[in-house]
Antibody
Framework: EVQLVESGGGLVQPGGSLRLSCAASGFTFSTYGMNWVRQAPGKGLEWVSYISRSSNSIIYADSVKGRFTISRDNAKNSLYLQMNSLRDEDTAVYYC????????????WGQGSLVTVSS | EIVLTQSPGTLSLSPGERATLSCRASQSVSSNYLVWYQQKPGQAPRLLIYGASSRATGIPDRFSGSGSGTDFTLTISRLEPEDFAVYYCQQYGNSPRLTFGGGTKVEIK
């Protein structure tokens, strides 16, 4: 069974940092591109970042570029999102999501990890 | 940046009725790059349709997608109780890589 489990969310002050993790199981992690997508409370979905299978292609939304860093460890079947210089508007549930083939949609999602940026 | 506009914002229907959801793009989108998701309260989104009209694995055939260019449609032929949810369209672009529409909520009338 495919599983994606996020962790690392919590309450952080503006300007602070947080690192999200996504543990993958039930599939060959190294053969899939991965994404982070977030959803502010009561709002729609916003794509955050993408990393290719071998990490040779990394892309960010303009809203997080220069502040967030996506990475993966295929040996540990894990995806990460390092979030620095956090702002109030970064408050959201963060989902990791698998992308089986480029531009084919995100076929499996984690349950999400809530990040709250507040003083 | 391509903007996706979904309409209506809310659709009030009864079980058994047909639902027609619209997703309009601000510029032409390749049909290969148009995707639909379903999201229920407290849950992650679920992939329904990719390539504008291909059903994802395990998706019932009452869900269908169509369209091209700037106008795309998700149709649910006969609403089941479990279909009441929020639906999002999504497209792949150059920058940003993925964009989502604002969503359509299908609620029980």
């Amino acid at each position: 069974e495919v599983q994606l489990v996020e962790s690392g969310g919590g309450l952080v002050q503006p300007g602070g940092s947080l690192r999200l993790s996504c543990a993958a199981s039930g599939f060959t992690f190294s053969t899939y591109g991965m994404n982070w997508v977030r959803q502010a409370p009561g709002k729609g979905l916003e794509w955050v970042s993408y990393i290719s299978r071998s990490s040779n292609s990394i892309i960010y939304a303009d809203s997080v570029k220069g502040r967030f860093t996506i990475s993966r460890d295929n040996a540990k079947n894990s995806l990460y999102l390092q979030m620095n210089s956090l702002r109030d508007e970064d408050t959201a549930v963060y989902y990791c999501a698998r992308e089986p083939i480029a531009v084919s949609g995100l076929d499996y999602w984690g349950q999400g990890s809530l990040v709250t940026v507040s003083s | 940046e391509i903007v996706l506009t979904q309409s209506p914002g809310t659709l009030s229907l009864s079980p058994g009725e047909r639902a027609t959801l619209s997703c309009r793009a601000s510029q032409s989108v390749s049909s290969n790059y148009l995707v639909w998701y379903q999201q229920k309260p407290g849950q992650a989104p679920r992939l329904l349709i990719y390539g504008a009209s291909s059903r994802a694995t395990g998706i019932p055939d009452r869900f269908s997608g169509s369209g091209s260019g700037t106008d795309f449609t998700l149709t649910i032929s006969r609403l089941e109780p479990e279909d009441f949810a929020v639906y999002y369209c999504q497209q792949y672009g150059n920058s940003p890589r993925l964009t989502f529409g604002g969503g359509t909520k299908v609620e029980i009338k």
